[in-house]
């Protein structure tokens, strides 16, 4: 069974520009979080998705958006990039509803310049 | 002061040592907790998850929870060149009851097994 799948895996952008991130879950799965790491505040959670709405949110500004689609697929959008920015981004999925375990992917690394 | 306190070493030990990681949570509600590897360039990959006070075992791996101390260890036995790596607590919370939730992570601690 695939893993957890993100694109691109690399990304320069210019502060001020947006970017948009895509996440493909594993097969069956129908929960879709996204994490921002830093070497400075480590993994921390943006943004969960299920069934397409988003469930939960963390402590980040609305310039942070997401969707998700009916197939699972995920899209995470930063718009109006700043040079904090400049991190980590994974994706990980969750077989349902309720269950605790994620898996994640292997990452797109942004660097705003 | 973060939920989930976690001592980044770096830890350097020989191979075939007993390693033991720890953390810290200070949230009392937090039920669910897991243990993550992250290799440089790659993204966290799941160890091992419990949800019980008391010990899980991995063949080298084990994943022990005090819920009274708010306490969570991870001890690797027989330590192999391999398992240099980033290791990462992670504790699931619910959202308000929901069964949406996140994962709050500690720093992560990087160890590195030498031959």
């Known amino acids: 069974k695939a893993g957890v799948t993100q694109t691109p895996r690399y990304l320069i952008k210019t502060r001020g520009q947006q970017v948009t991130l895509s996440c493909s879950p594993i097969s069956g799965h129908r929960s879709v979080s996204w994490y921002q790491q830093t070497p400075g505040q480590g993994l921390q959670f943006l943004f969960e998705y299920f069934s397409e709405t988003q469930r939960n949110k963390g402590n980040f500004p609305g310039r942070f958006s997401g969707r998700q689609f009916s197939n699972s697929r995920s899209e995470m959008n930063v718009s109006t990039l700043e040079l904090g920015d400049s991190a980590l981004y994974l994706c990980a999925s969750r077989p349902r509803q309720g269950g605790t375990e994620a898996f994640f992917g292997q990452g797109t690394r942004l660097t705003v310049v | 002061q973060k939920e989930v306190e976690q001592d980044p070493g770096p830890l350097s030990v020989p191979e075939g040592a007993i390693v033991s990681l720890n953390c810290t949570y200070s949230n009392s509600a937090f039920q669910y907790f897991m243990w993550y590897r992250q290799y440089s360039r790659k993204g966290p990959e799941l160890l091992m998850y419990?949800?019980?006070?008391g010990n899980k075992e991995d063949g080298r791996f084990t994943a022990q929870v005090d819920k009274s101390s708010k306490y969570i260890s991870l001890f690797i036995r027989d330590s192999q060149p391999s398992d240099s790596a980033t290791y990462l607590c992670?504790?699931?919370?619910?959202?308000?009851?929901?069964?949406?939730?996140?994962?709050?992570f500690g720093q992560g601690t990087i160890l590195t097994v030498h031959p």
């Open positions: 419990t949800y019980s006070s």
């Open positions: 992670a504790i699931f919370s619910n959202a308000g009851g929901t069964s949406y939730g996140k994962l709050t």
